[in-house]
């Protein structure tokens, strides 16, 4: 017996139906690819609360967003590119650069007027407060 998985997941689904095996006395079988031994393609088998629990680890909550990896994190360059730039970055790193940018002479910390953003260090500055227009 083989179930469908694709009605829980309405876009992509986690495991496809051709790789649901068997469905028998509350265990499940599925086929995978093992890529630690050289990409044999293997079955196992799962309790069905375990394959459950396995399952819905892929699925994201209301209102998230799967990211996918572009450039060099890439799933088809990751694996050459990423040693790379690890290791350019080791052998040659940049300290990281303050930027100070100064487009107006350096003046006290003060206070801005609300109605009309006049500097002021203290209440007393504020024309507005003493005039009571505010």
């Given at each position: 017996?083989?179930?469908?998985?694709?009605?829980?997941?309405?876009?992509?689904?986690?495991?496809?139906?051709?790789?649901?095996?068997?469905?028998?006395?509350?265990?499940?079988?599925?086929?995978?690819?093992?890529?630690?031994h050289g990409n044999k393609k293997r079955k196992?088998?799962?309790?069905?609360?375990?394959?459950?629990?396995?399952?819905?680890?892929?699925?994201?909550?209301?209102?998230?967003?799967?990211?996918?990896?572009?450039?060099?994190?890439?799933?088809?360059?990751?694996?050459?590119?990423?040693?790379?730039?690890?290791?350019?970055?080791?052998?040659?790193?940049?300290?990281?650069?303050?930027?100070?940018?100064?487009?107006?002479?350096?003046?006290?910390?003060?206070?801005?007027?609300?109605?009309?953003?006049?500097?002021?260090?203290?209440?007393?500055?504020?024309?507005?407060?003493?005039?009571?227009?505010?």
């Amino acid at each position: 017996m083989c179930c469908t998985i694709s009605p829980v997941t309405p876009h992509r689904v986690a495991i496809t139906n051709h790789r649901l095996a068997t469905f028998e006395n509350d265990q499940v079988t599925f086929r995978y690819k093992d890529y630690a031994h050289g990409n044999k393609k293997r079955k196992m088998t799962l309790s069905a609360q375990e394959f459950l629990r396995r399952f819905l680890l892929h699925v994201l909550p209301r209102g998230f967003v799967r990211i996918r990896c572009f450039g060099f994190l890439a799933n088809r360059r990751r694996a050459k590119l990423l040693p790379l730039c690890q290791r350019l970055l080791g052998d040659n790193p940049k300290p990281h650069a303050s930027v100070v940018i100064h487009s107006f002479p350096a003046r006290p910390a003060c206070f801005r007027c609300p109605k009309c953003a006049t500097p002021w260090l203290s209440w007393k500055d504020c024309p507005h407060l003493l005039s009571g227009n505010q």
